[in-house]
T-cell receptor, first 115, second 113 residues
Framework: GAVVSQHPSRVICKSGTSVKIECRSL??????MFWYRQFPKKSLMLMAT?????????EQGVEKDKFLINHASLTLSTLTVTSAHPEDSSFYIC???????????FGPGTRLTVT | GENVEQHPSTLSVQEGDSAVIKCTYS??????FPWYKQELGKRPQLIID?????GEKKDQRIAVTLNKTAKHFSLHITETQPEDSAVYFC????????????FGTGTSLTVIP
């Protein structure tokens, strides 16, 4: 149980375009989903907290107009990187929290490369 | 906000020896401390966690200890095996205020056969 999927696993896009990443909880309902960014050989940096049916809460320094988050249902959250630039290239990982559990379950990540 | 520090950044041990990774946190309200193992290009996998009302927890070769007063917690791996080689991350969160995870900087563990 507690499986989280992400799609796509890899994406290459041109500078200036937008990219959407989906995060789904497959066998549980996630009241809260989280989005992280991870640079090579670095830690996971929390970008934002996404609650179903409400606006996302962004961590300090994360541009909300650049990284659009939508949590339309209890099993789906999306992250859209708008007007992507090479510096947005990174590994993006989502996680989902079942109900009010302590635990979070992580997706497999999406490798974004902006050329 | 919460600040988590983790040491060491790299650790090499001989197979069969023990490995210890330490983390400190800044927010005394944090009440949940998970440890994750991440292999290259893969998702983090939860290996053990501890809540603030417990001082120690063990699961086979893995144990975690928590000192709330000093605000530090440690991961102990005994009888290490080559397959334990990976990057390990600690995290701290407050379940009562949103459960955001704040991760340490990671420890790259190498177990030498």
């Amino acid at each position: 149980g507690a499986v989280v999927s992400q799609h796509p696993s890899r994406v290459i896009c041109k500078s200036g375009t937008s990219v959407k990443i989906e995060c789904r909880s497959l066998d549980f309902q996630a009241t809260t989903m989280f989005w992280y960014r991870q640079f090579p050989k670095k830690s996971l940096m929390l970008m934002a907290t996404s609650n179903e049916g409400s606006k996302a809460t962004y961590e300090q320094g994360v541009e909300k107009d650049k990284f659009l988050i939508n949590h339309a249902s209890l099993t789906l959250s999306t992250l859209t990187v708008t007007s992507a630039h090479p510096e947005d290239s990174s590994f993006y990982i989502c996680s989902a929290r079942p109900g009010f559990a302590y635990e979070q379950y992580f997706g497999p990540g999406t490798r974004l490369t902006v050329t | 906000g919460e600040n988590v520090e983790q040491h060491p950044s790299t650790l090499s041990v001989q197979e069969g020896d023990s490995a210890v990774i330490k983390c400190t946190y800044s927010d005394s309200a944090s009440n949940y401390f998970p440890w994750y193992k991440q292999e290259l290009g893969k998702r983090p996998q939860l290996i053990i966690d501890i809540r603030s009302n417990v001082g120690e927890k063990k699961d086979q070769r893995i144990a975690v200890t928590l000192n709330k007063t000093a605000k530090h917690f440690s991961l102990h791996i005994t009888e290490t095996q080559p397959e334990d080689s990976a990057v390990y991350f600690c995290a701290a969160s407050n379940r009562n205020t949103g459960n955001q995870f704040y991760f340490g900087t990671g420890t790259s563990l190498t177990v030498i056969p």
